[in-house]
Structure formats: structure tokens, C-alpha cells
Nanobody, 121 residues
Framework: QVQLVESGGGLVQPGGSLRLSCAAS????????ANWYRQAPGKRQELVAS???????DYADSLKGRFTISRDNAKKTVYLQMDSLTPEDTAIYFC???????????????WGQGTQVTVSS
């Protein structure tokens, strides 16, 4: 079964940092473009950051300079480094990615289950 598993969420004080991880299951051959989304209570889901296979990144304008997306292709893992966190960053963070399980297979989109990030004093 193909899976994406997020980890690294938790409770952090304002001004603090967290690093989220999104790990693909062992049967994944390749991860293409990967994204982090977030959804706060009562708000629409928001695209936070994207990274493609070449490592090119893109961010929501409001988060540039505080959040950094990266990837380790050998570990089949995508990361989201979040710095200078504020209570407005409180949300469930989800990753999704185009992945394939075979060299000549087709990419399909998969979602993780989400990880809660709470920024509070």
C-alpha cells in the first residue's frame, strides 16, 4: 500500500520552530512534485509550499521567509521547516505528492493523514 506519513507536529510557543516530515512508503519508486497544505479551523485549505523533482520551490506569499520546503530523494521524504511561528500558523498540516511505484509507472496523487501544529503560549 502506498502511503505518505507526516510527523513532527506538536505544540510550540510563539516565535518557535518546528520541522515537519512527510515520508513515503518503501514501495514508492519516485516522488515527483510534493506540496504542503494546511487547514485551520473554520478556514479553507491553503497551499503552503511546493517542491518539484528538480528541487525548485514555491511558497504562499504570506509565508515566504519563514517556511522552507526541502526534500531528500534517497530517504523519500519531504520536509517543511517552519520558523518564527505565530498562533495564526495553528492548523492541521497535510502533505501530498505525485508518486509512482515503478520506473515506467504513472504518477498518482497521494495524501498524508495530516499532523496538528498548535502555536500557543
Amino acid at each position: 500500500q502506498v502511503q505518505l506519513v507526516e510527523s513532527g507536529g506538536g505544540l510550540v510557543q510563539p516565535g518557535g520552530s518546528l520541522r515537519l516530515s512527510c515520508a513515503a512508503s518503501e514501495n514508492v519508486y519516485s516522488i515527483g512534485t510534493a506540496n504542503w497544505y494546511r487547514q485551520a479551523p473554520g478556514k479553507r485549505q491553503e497551499l503552503v509550499a511546493s517542491i518539484n523533482l528538480s528541487g525548485n520551490t514555491d511558497y504562499a506569499d504570506s509565508l515566504k521567509g519563514r517556511f522552507t520546503i526541502s526534500r531528500d530523494n534517497a530517504k523519500k521524504t519531504v520536509y517543511l521547516q517552519m520558523d518564527s511561528l505565530t498562533p495564526e500558523d495553528t492548523a492541521i498540516y497535510f502533505c501530498n505528492a505525485n508518486m509512482k511505484t515503478k520506473l515506467f509507472g504513472a504518477y498518482k496523487i497521494y495524501w498524508g493523514q495530516g499532523t496538528q501544529v498548535t502555536v500557543s503560549s
